[in-house]
């Protein structure tokens, strides 16, 4: 498959880097973003049942449960923007979450062309995420020490004041956080690594560096 038809996974721990690497990669390749932290934030400003289950969970900086999260990302993979290809950024999280996706799209005769790991150790990004702001117009992302705003406190692309700090982005929550990456989420390195679909990336150094080496991985994968 080429780019613009790809479906794959951006693993690696919170502060990593998926999100700004996610962007990156869906602006470049133009297929669907699918990040199921903004799906759930958004779910939680907006009040919904999905959003008033999962705020307790997030809060703690721990998982919201396979059943609720599956069943969103079923919804959101069966919509339009995603037929061509997609990238997932922030799910799977679980082995059972990742058995449900391989489920899911066998019963479309699809499947998951390349997982890219972005490879952050630990101390890194505890730094990183309690650097971290993103504007709470938008949702543009910033992090203070790595990649400010042009000017102090402002968003460089719609001008807001309000560069917010997350609520889980508290250093207490980044610990457990990790801990939950590790335990969790962890597992699923030998899991793609066993499929054969697992290609790691240095997740340290220069956005755009780090972009291209993703995106040569994915050529290599496509290939
Ligand atoms: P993220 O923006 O990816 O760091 O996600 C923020 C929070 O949303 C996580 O700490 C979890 O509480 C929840 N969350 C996001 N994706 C998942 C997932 N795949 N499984 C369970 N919880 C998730």
Known sequence: SRLDSMRLILLGPPGAGKGTQAKNLVDHCGIAHISTGDLLRKAVADGTPLGQAAHRFMKAGELVPDDLIIQMVEDRIAEADCAEGFLLDGFPRTVPQADALGEMLKRKGLKIDVVLLLVVDDDDLVRRLSGRRSCSQRGAVYNLVFSPPKRDGICDACGSE???????????????????????????????????????????????????QLIEAMNSAAA
Do not use: F
């Not at 457990?176 to 697992?198: C, E, F, M, S, W």
């Open 162 to 212: 309000a560069l917010i700090q997350r609520e889980d982005d508290k250093e207490s929550t980044v610990r457990n956080r990790l801990k939950v990456y590790h335990n969790q989420t962890g597992p699923l390195i030998d899991y793609y690594k066993a499929l054969g679909l697992l290609k790691a990336v240095d997740g340290g150094g220069k956005i755009e560096t780090i972009t291209a």
